[in-house]
């Protein structure tokens, strides 16, 4: 089973941007679909963005279409979240997932954390504006 660790969250301004890693021991992210989520207290973990074992990647949050970018590194066994404009509403711990080894990205975004083999402890991201 991968072990995932996140890191790149911080306190920012608005308007700024981060860039989110995650990083896998234990495997290989290669074969795998990648997933981002986050989380605010009392709300589900939503699932923003998913890159499957191809590259290509879904979006499922609106909200983040245009500012949100997630890519992977098979050879650095990595994968990241690029995020630009900020907003205080991007406040959360991010998390990433990896699926079982299908592969491929849900057409919709996913509600069972069971749906993931794999999961980081998350990483904070707090915006003030």
């Known amino acids: 089973q991968l072990l995932l660790v996140e890191s790149g969250g911080a306190l920012v301004h608005a308007g700024w941007h981060l860039t989110l890693s995650c990083a896998a021991s234990?495997?290989?992210?290669?074969?795998?679909?990648v997933s981002w989520f986050r989380q605010v207290p009392g709300k589900e973990r939503e699932e923003i963005l998913c890159?499957?074992?191809?590259?290509?990647?879904?979006t499922y949050e609106d909200s983040v279409k245009g500012r949100f970018t997630i890519s992977r590194d098979n050879v650095k066994n990595m994968a990241y979240l690029q995020i630009t404009d900020l907003k205080p509403e991007d406040t959360a711990a991010y998390y990433c997932?990896?699926?079982?080894?299908?592969?491929?990205?849900?057409?919709?975004?996913?509600?069972?954390?069971?749906?993931?083999?794999?999961w980081g402890r998350g990483t904070q991201v707090t915006v003030f504006s």
């Open positions: 997932a990896v699926d079982y080894g299908l592969g491929l990205c849900a057409e919709q975004a996913h509600v069972r954390e069971t749906d993931f083999e794999s």
């Open positions: 234990g495997g290989t992210l290669a074969g795998r679909a």
């Open positions: 890159i499957a074992k191809n590259g290509r990647n879904k």
